[in-house]
């Protein structure tokens, strides 16, 4: 009995002195800035996670088309250097929604109208309006196409550009706030079927563990690039997402978020953050596979080439029938709700 009561004292000695720490660090430290009880937890999850973590769970019906270096340097001789012209995308969304993608995610940020008079595209010349019609035209004609709203930059002053209201009435706090956001520029916005930003903020000590799901701006709020492409495909209303404290709600889940709070040149802030659950590595041990199935930019450009020129197609429409498809640099929307 003795031994019982020895190790019940022990046990709330040691969870008393944790959580007065944490109080100490979140109270006289005003929870800004690093702490340790916290650094020690996140060192914990990265382990947990990779010890955990199972590439065969990752979902089967989503896919990347990346924008590397290999399209990079193979579309250059024919439409420049980065960025391309909307000619070149435009491309790539009809061979999708030829595909019959479900739903198309493209993370390139086409903040502004391309005012260029004209510029070699191929064998022809084009004008940016052109260009932009193109892209405008593919977009509208997929009609499942959400585009990015580039959140990442902290302006002091200024206004967002005008874009169609998300629907999302979230009042509460905890939503980062940005003063200005760059969406689509006005034509390409009003055909895209939905929006989402691209915001995400590395730990303290480097690594990228956590998804901002919502940012405000004008009283307006976004979803993340990645959330939004799972609202869609649930078929989730906007009405059916609330936060509940630290709880966000989507419909009948719960969806556990933190609070972080930092210095800034005006005080301190806080926010709500969600910790990233991974599926697996970006490449499995063979350094070859990735647990999502990954497609160069370059090769369904070429393949919609090869469609257009009435040759077959080097990658087969029907890889991404059904499919989510990712389209960006990083893809960096993938890791939010997947």
């Known amino acids: 009995m003795r031994k019982v009561v020895a190790g019940f004292l022990v046990g709330l000695g040691a969870g008393a002195l944790v959580l007065g720490a944490d109080l100490f660090f979140n109270t006289v430290g005003g929870g800004v800035g690093p702490n340790p009880l916290q650094a020690v937890e996140l060192k914990t999850y990265d382990w947990r996670l990779a010890s955990a973590a199972r590439s065969e769970m990752a979902r089967h019906d989503i896919a990347l088309i990346e924008i590397d270096e290999f399209s990079l340097r193979n579309l250059e001789k024919n439409a420049g250097r980065w960025p391309w012209p909307r000619a070149v995308h435009s491309e790539v969304i009809d061979f999708l929604a030829r595909a ?83 969406p689509p520029f006005e034509a390409l916005n009003q055909v895209g079927s939905g929006l989402g930003h691209n915001l995400f903020i590395l730990d303290s000590d480097g690594p990228l563990r956590h998804t901002v799901p919502f940012v405000r701006t004008d009283g307006r709020v976004l979803p993340s690039l990645g959330l939004a492409a799972a609202l869609r495909i649930a078929e989730i209303r906007p009405e059916e997402v609330r936060l509940d404290g630290a709880i966000l709600r989507i419909r009948d889940r719960a969806i556990p978020l933190s609070w972080r709070r930092i210095r800034t040149a005006t005080g301190t802030d806080r926010y709500l953050w969600a910790l990233v659950n991974f599926r697996g590595p970006a490449l499995l041990p063979d350094l070859k596979t990735r647990p999502y199935a990954r497609y160069s930019f370059w090769d369904v450009f070429y393949s919609e080439e090869q469609i257009l020129a009435g040759v077959k197609a080097n990658i087969d429409p029907s890889v991404f029938q059904n499919k989510i498809v990712f389209v960006g640099v990083t893809a960096s929307g993938l890791h939010d709700v997947f």
């Open 100 to 182: 019959q993608a479900s739903v198309i995610v493209y993370d390139v940020n086409f903040a502004e109208a391309d005012t260029r008079t004209g510029f070699d595209y191929g064998a022809t010349t084009w004008s940016g309006a052109e260009s932009d019609r193109a892209l405008i035209d593919s977009v509208k004609a997929a009609g499942n196409v959400i585009l990015v709203a580039d959140a990442t930059y902290e302006a002091a002053q200024g206004t967002s550009s005008p874009f169609r209201d998300t629907g999302f009435k979230l009042g509460a706090a905890g939503i980062i706030a940005r003063r200005v956001i760059f």
